[in-house]
């Protein structure tokens, strides 16, 4: 059984992306400490966790895995920025092969509960409780490109240059990387003078529903597309509900979350 679920949580091909971005493990010249584990399973461990919504001390004991283990290798590999180089490798792959849609972008936010942590704020929309809020931009597809968190009470807007800036320099079928798309798409939470001379500094076409002149249903054939997206995150049951205390703990499985959505796109293609 253990065999059987690491190998449906990490199929062969995702672990071929992964095993060259994991950090080495280094033994202690004195001795002692940790002792090396099989990478695998702990991120299999790390992946069911994220899937599941289960807490660390419930992990099956079937992944020959201690939770204590699991919990702190996930800490050693945030650290180290592994979700991050992850997510950027299954977007080369997509991106060589021409499946990044790169003629508009589409920037979105949603809140969740949060029991506690640094990033969380008081949700205007939720009685003041304590929550944080998922930013996400995706492709002109839905697929997620750059993601962040914050407290629930910060605008929308605050988000909105730092992700365009986050997106990351991804491979392209033919000639150099790209990270520019064609358009930018997002609801009037988002609009200001400011953000479009800004983005026209950029050469992007902004593409902003402005208040009071525009629906932002008009942006339905496109806003669909990053609701899905989020939806996509949100099958991840860890997200759903914040747990973790520290706010960077919570960006990695947000990030984890970002580079399986785009693997399960690459992992259709090439079946």
Known sequence: MRVDLSRRLVPDELWELLAPLMPKFVSRPQGGGTAPVEERAVFAAVVYVL???CAWRHLPESFGVSSATAHRRFSVWTEAGLWRRLHRAVLDELGARGDLDWSSAIVDAASVRAKRGSLTGPNPVDRGKKGSKLHVLSEAQGLPLAVA???????????????ILGIPAVR??????RRRPGKIRADKAYYSAEHLRWLRSRNLIPRIARPGIESGERLGRHRWKIERSISWLFGYRRLTVRYERKGSHFLAFLGLAAALTCYKRLAKLTT
């Open 172 to 177: 392209s079928r033919r000639g150099p990387r």
């Open 149 to 163: 968190v914050s407290g629930a009470n910060m605008h929308d807007s605050q988000a909105f240059k730092p992700l």
């Open 51 to 53: 899937t599941s919504g």
